[in-house]
């Protein structure tokens, strides 16, 4: 049976409830005994998955070239539209 205990502690602004879980097969993460036959928690962690973590080692190979930066600047050529103000009467 699953269940928990409940500690209420009224205060002038806010009332706050703190709970126990005290139900058998609980993964509460303590070690409360049954409020109904004292057993205790013994299966905490009966969520709790065994998995085996697989890290992968990425290597990058560092070359030892080098690049030459020049300080020559590039030919940007500057076309100029020729806009007109010419007004095409269609009738």
């Known amino acids: 049976m ?3 205990i409940s500690i209420t502690l ?3 602004a806010t009332t706050t409830t703190i709970q126990f879980s005290v139900g058998h097969k609980q993964n509460n993460g303590c070690n ?3 409020v109904h036959c004292d057993q205790r ?3 905490q962690t009966n969520d709790m998955k065994k998995e ?4 992968k080692k990425d290597v990058s190979d560092v070359k030892d070239e080098v ?3 020049t ?3 590039m030919g940007v050529k500057n076309k100029m539209i020729d ?3 010419e007004v095409i009467d269609i009738t």
Do not use: A, G
């Not at 085996?52 to 890290?55: G, H, L, N, S, V």
């Open 2 to 4: 699953n269940t928990s």
């Open 10 to 12: 009224p205060m002038i």
């Open 52 to 55: 085996k973590i697989k890290i």
């Open 83 to 85: 806009i007109t103000d």
């Open 32 to 34: 409360f005994p049954c």
């Open 41 to 43: 928690n013994l299966l």
């Open 67 to 69: 690049i030459d930066i």
């Open 71 to 73: 300080d020559e600047v």
